[in-house]
């Protein structure tokens, strides 16, 4: 056969499979249309239609989900953002704040992503309920930060929940005990989205219901979801007719994200005349961050790019601090009225994150989710702000429990801030053991958090508790072997020390 030849039928070949492939994509998104409505005819009519909407919603994203193929970004393209793009916050703090502050203040709606139980530390119900400082949970700081504002400056700033359907419920319980708290509190919740079999690509829910076997069938798809959920309920639109003109949104379990009066400004008053649709808060990177999403300039527009979007062959360069500095705080603060245009064009564009799970029986799913950071290059006008560190202080573990309850941090109205004894600004490295994880253990092994304002390093391993006013200094390694235990004496001061077997201590 000629060389002509064999290229033609190659050619032919190669459109075989990919038309093969477009029939059974084809088949699959047939067979999971029927499922859905299968499990829609079992809705309540009072649930009919957030249902229909959740599996709409469902039924879109799968549907992207089988088109997109690999890595979603081309490496070659990826650069590093123009340097206006991303500013230095000292800079925009250097503009000061206008006299009439509170009218900007009123435009104002903070967000807070609230979908997320407290399994991870070992608690039941939300993880916004979780005790963080002085018996307040991290719901509690968060009222208090929005009361003394509004109190502050005579404004009306609401606070609005994510919730999703795993925190809901525990959520509104407890909303009670705020009713004579100056903050107006509106919640609206994420969708619920059913988990697929990673083989058969097919919801393993039957019916809508999310008790019993079903527990497991569904999912909150991530933060991304947020656009539309907001736009659904029919919140985003009771806020724009009340004149409220951008959302800062963040996790709840960041106790860095507090409403800041000069990126506000910033936001309202731009000093180019140009506002900007969608501000993302970045910091620097330290090498506990180095799988944190970063900004690039892709395509001529700024874009979040995460670790799991990254070809294999790249990971590393992503990961280098020297090429990309910066990470995402998901601090974001984005105009409304953006928002409801973008959602009505449906042109908000994210990546999917394919997230596998095992279900408790050993059930293999995927779970499709978006990230709320990825839609920024679909927004006008956006940037980037280099923030100081303080603004990201998230509490994923008891080691960053550890850190906010000590005397590193000082706590006023709802706000922590690091305490002005600490010479070094920096945080020190806590890395406590898998006996340490749930919080009720934590709290059972220190009978009073040790004093940490000079240490710059522990590592604990093992069967270890503290007594009352220990005081740790410098870098502390405390490690009890299998079967042993080490008690740290109460007042101990260990200053650059290794404990190790069942309490020897030595010098570091």
Request: hydrophobic share 35%; aromatic share 8%; with cysteine.
């Amino acid at each position: 056969m000629s060389k002509c030849g064999k290229d033609l039928s190659k050619a032919m070949s190669q459109d075989g499979a990919s038309q093969f492939q477009e029939v059974i994509r084809q088949e699959l998104e047939l067979s999971v249309k029927k499922e859905l409505e299968k499990i829609l005819n079992t809705a309540p009519s009072h649930e009919l239609e957030h249902t229909k909407k959740d599996l709409d919603g469902f039924r879109k994203l799968f549907h992207r989900f089988l088109q997109e193929k690999g890595p979603s970004v081309d490496w070659g393209k990826i650069q590093r953002p123009p340097e206006d793009s991303i500013q230095p916050y000292e800079k925009i703090k250097a503009r000061g704040l206008p006299d009439n502050i509170s009218s900007v203040l009123n435009k104002l709606v903070v967000v807070k992503l609230n979908g997320g139980l407290g399994t991870s530390m070992g608690c039941k119900g939300p993880k916004s309920l979780i005790g963080v400082r002085n018996e307040n949970t991290f719901l509690d700081l968060t009222v208090q930060q929005i009361e003394h504002l509004n109190k502050t400056y005579n404004t009306d700033v609401p606070l609005v929940l994510m919730n999703s359907f795993n925190t809901d419920e525990d959520t509104k319980k407890i909303l009670q005990k705020y009713s004579h708290c100056r903050v107006k509190i509106y919640t609206f919740n994420q969708s619920r989205y059913p988990r697929i079999n990673k083989e058969s690509l097919l919801p393993v829910a039957k019916d809508v219901s999310y008790s019993g076997e079903n527990t497991e069938a569904w999912y909150p798809p991530g933060h991304g979801d947020i656009y539309a959920s907001f736009y659904n309920s029919g919140l985003l639109d009771t806020l724009i007719e009340e004149g409220k003109e951008y959302i800062f949104v963040s996790n709840i379990d960041n106790l860095g994200a507090t409403v800041d009066l000069y990126i506000l400004n910033h936001l309202m008053n731009p000093p180019n005349g140009k506002r900007c649709e969608f501000v993302m808060e970045v910091t620097n990177k330290t090498r506990a961050d180095v799988k944190g999403g970063t900004l690039t300039q892709y395509e001529g527009k700024l874009r979040l790019v995460e670790i799991a979007q990254v070809p294999k062959a790249h990971v590393d360069e992503f990961k280098s601090v020297s090429k990309f500095k910066i990470f995402n705080t998901n601090n974001l603060w984005i105009s409304l009225a953006a928002v409801k245009r973008l959602q009505e064009q449906n042109s908000i564009d994210m990546e999917i994150i394919v997230n596998p799970k095992t279900l408790d029986g050993g059930l293999n799913v995927i779970q499709l989710e978006t990230a709320v950071g990825a839609a920024i290059k679909s927004f006008e006008n956006s940037l980037g702000i280099n923030v100081p560190r303080s603004r990201f202080l998230p509490v994923k573990t008891t080691s960053d429990l550890l850190l906010v309850m000590s005397n590193l941090y000082s706590l006023n109205a709802g706000s922590l801030t690091m305490s002005e004894k600490r010479e070094f600004p920096t945080v020190p490295l806590v890395k406590l053991g898998s006996s340490f994880t749930k919080v009720q253990d934590y709290l059972r092994r220190f009978e009073s958090i040790p004093d940490m304002l000079e240490l710059d390093h522990l590592t604990v391993s093992g069967d270890v508790t503290f007594g009352k006013n220990v005081s740790l200094k410098g870098t502390v390694i405390i490690i009890a072997n299998h079967g042993d235990r080490i008690d740290i004496p109460p007042g101990a001061v260990l200053e650059n020390k290794i404990v190790s077997g069942n309490l020897r201590i030595l010098d570091h």
